[in-house]
């Protein structure tokens, strides 16, 4: 192994001060020309989950970042469940290496509007996620957002403790412990399904270590063939898929039903996001379910509850092995973009990197995207824009932005030619935001 390798496995270390440690040798390496770097290309993923909810790869906020400008990535985002755990680290990550950074959070919503048809959460009528994007400050102790923050994550582990009672009981004697088993896997006790998978698995080495006895235990519980599970040793992420839908999704015997309780409204949601200086995105699956059928209807829905952009995965609507199914998704995203487009409804995208093998960007050149791309990349200058405003709270969904532009167009524009146009350096970040209005609109 040598350096350059030892120092990027340190940085998904646990402990902040290993990895910023190993960060700061990375960059000196860097700046003496031993580390290659890949010039910028006009591609971007905003949707990069980090090992503070759960990354395919245990990727830490540094290490993506860091990947990222290796592989010439013009922006990159951090996107997790719950908790904002990793916006300072990826800002400053960030801001050391030249990269545009920007983050956010993904949770979800109940939409009474909805309650009879499916949105982006398969076979949950009603449930939707929902996603700010640009945060550039955490809650202040006391304020609603603090307490909207807390019950989201609250909410997600009193969601998991159910899950975790009802496995247990079936896979007996292989148990988990939340508290145990599952916390530590997780570097900021904000664990998913995913971390549970691997608890599981962990657990069940220990009461079967002879492999063949416990292949049979997996094969009796999962309804495998034996030879299967004992392929799947060798390939954990596949098995982790497999255990998930099994045990925990839609039909798996520890599948909890949601009720409506359990998710916030958009408007308490959006609140929280506003107060942070973020934008409100709803998050857009494929098309093929009932409450996505009309875009139209969908991005006017948006409109009134105060929501500004769309997110969305590209991957999962082209890349496909059934070209039927290819054709069809293909065309609803063609779709839902060009009525964005005419409503002036920027479109962020990603990848999301919390399963294995999904890209790290997307194929912005492929047939497929490539007459999309330039309406995403300009999307994704204009929340950089954003980030970078939004430190003298001026920032694309402001008060200050909604005064001073007369249609969402003029704002659009207004905010991607920031974007472009600030590097990823602090001092002309600060210069920017000492600007006044007039000097800002003539720049």
């Known amino acids: 192994m040598d350096d350059i390798e030892r120092f990027e496995n340190l940085l998904d270390d646990f402990d902040l001060s290993v990895r910023k440690g190993a960060y700061l040798k990375l960059l000196e390496m860097a700046q003496r020309g031993d580390v290659p770097f890949s010039s910028p290309t006009p591609r971007v993923n905003l949707h990069f989950h980090t090992f503070f909810s759960f990354n395919a790869y245990g990727y830490s906020p540094l290490h993506i970042v860091w990947r990222a400008r ?37 949770t979800r919503i109940f939409l009474p509007e909805y309650h009879d048809r499916e949105l982006s959460s398969p076979k ?139 998710f916030p409204d958009i408007g308490r949601v959006n609140r929280m996001i506003r ?70 409804f920027p479109i962020f995208v990603g990848t999301e990197l919390n399963k294995y093998g999904q890209k790290f960007v997307d194929e912005f050149d492929s047939p497929a995207l490539t007459p999309l791309a330039p309406y995403f990349l300009e999307s994704a200058w204009l929340l950089w824009g954003h980030s970078v405003l939004e430190r003298s709270s001026r920032g694309y969904a402001s008060e200050w932005a909604r005064n001073q532009f007369r249609t969402r167009s003029e704002r659009n524009s207004f905010f991607a030619r920031i974007g472009k146009t600030t590097l990823a350096v602090p001092e002309e970040i600060t210069r920017l935001n000492t600007l006044s209005t007039e000097q800002l609109l003539n720049k």
């Not at 996603?131 to 019950?151: C, Q, Y």
């Not at 107060?275 to 139209?296: H, M, Q, V």
């Not at 290819?326 to 609803?332: A, E, F, I, S, Y």
């Open 70 to 106: 290796r592989e010439g990535l013009a922006i990159a985002g951090s996107v997790d469940f719950d908790v904002l755990d990793a916006m300072d680290e990826f800002s400053w990550a960030g801001l050391e290496i030249g990269l545009p950074t920007t983050s956010g959070l993904e």
């Open 124 to 262: 949950e009528p009603g449930v939707a996620y929902y996603m700010g994007n640009g945060f550039i400050r955490l809650p202040e102790k006391g304020s609603e957002a603090e307490e909207t923050l807390h019950f989201l994550k609250e909410t997600a582990q009193g969601r998991n403790r159910k899950v975790i009672a009802r496995v247990n009981t079936f896979l007996s004697p292989v148990q988990i412990d939340l508290e145990k088993d599952v916390l530590p896997l997780a570097p900021s006790a904000n664990p998913t399904e995913r971390h549970m998978n691997k608890a599981y698995d962990l657990a069940a080495e220990r009461v079967f270590p002879d492999p063949n006895q416990r292949a049979v235990f997996w094969s009796e519980k999962l309804g495998i063939s034996t030879e299967k599970v004992l392929l799947y040793f060798h390939n954990k992420p596949d098995f982790y898929d497999i255990m998930r839908a099994k045990l925990m999704k839609f039909g798996g015997i520890g599948y909890v039903k949601p009720d409506i309780g359990d």
């Open 275 to 344: 107060e942070l200086g973020a934008i409100p995105s709803f998050s857009w699956l494929d098309g093929t379910r009932s409450g996505e059928a009309n875009s139209r209807e969908l991005l006017h829905f948006c409109v009134e509850k105060g929501v500004e952009t769309l997110f969305i995965v590209p991957d999962r609507n082209w890349d496909l092995p059934d070209e039927k199914e290819r054709t069809m998704k293909l065309r609803n995203l063609y779709e839902i973009v060009t009525e964005a487009k005419k409503m002036d």
